[in-house]
């Protein structure tokens, strides 16, 4: 998929372990399925800061799913349900990927290709 090409993961840490986000065709496709909510008003949700704090756990749990076994996303889960306030850790970086996967590959393309003449990296 064109998009995949410019998508990159978004690394958040919870309790002192390092896991990548990062959205594709499934991981949106359970997120719709965890939340009874389309995409689409998902991200009209985050946009106008109006997810639930179930909402914010399947955000951060559903990205787990391109980079990690199902037994890392449970256990992850299992400890969000367990202590929710550490939901904040990692809802920013739930939010930038499941926006990244929403983007369309010409704007992520173009975003790279600033951020290459600003730093000077082509």
């Given at each position: 998929m064109l998009q995949d090409l410019f998508n990159q993961p978004v690394e958040i840490e919870i309790l002192g372990n390092k896991y990548e986000l990062e959205y594709d065709h499934s991981a949106l496709?359970?997120?719709?399925?965890?939340?009874?909510?389309?995409?689409?008003?998902?991200m009209d949700n985050i946009i106008n800061t109006e997810l639930s704090l179930e909402e914010c756990k399947h955000l951060v749990t559903?990205?787990?799913l391109k980079h990690n076994d199902l037994q890392v996303v449970q256990k992850l889960e299992s400890i969000l349900e367990q202590k929710p306030h550490l939901i904040v850790q990692g809802i920013v970086g739930g939010s930038v990927a499941f926006l990244q996967a929403m983007t369309t590959p010409e704007s992520l393309k173009e975003i790279q290709n600033q951020e290459a003449e600003y730093t000077g990296k082509k």
């Amino acid at each position: 998929m064109l998009q995949d090409l410019f998508n990159q993961p978004v690394e958040i840490e919870i309790l002192g372990n390092k896991y990548e986000l990062e959205y594709d065709h499934s991981a949106l496709i359970k997120l719709e399925h965890k939340t009874g909510k389309g995409i689409f008003a998902l991200m009209d949700n985050i946009i106008n800061t109006e997810l639930s704090l179930e909402e914010c756990k399947h955000l951060v749990t559903c990205a787990l799913l391109k980079h990690n076994d199902l037994q890392v996303v449970q256990k992850l889960e299992s400890i969000l349900e367990q202590k929710p306030h550490l939901i904040v850790q990692g809802i920013v970086g739930g939010s930038v990927a499941f926006l990244q996967a929403m983007t369309t590959p010409e704007s992520l393309k173009e975003i790279q290709n600033q951020e290459a003449e600003y730093t000077g990296k082509k």
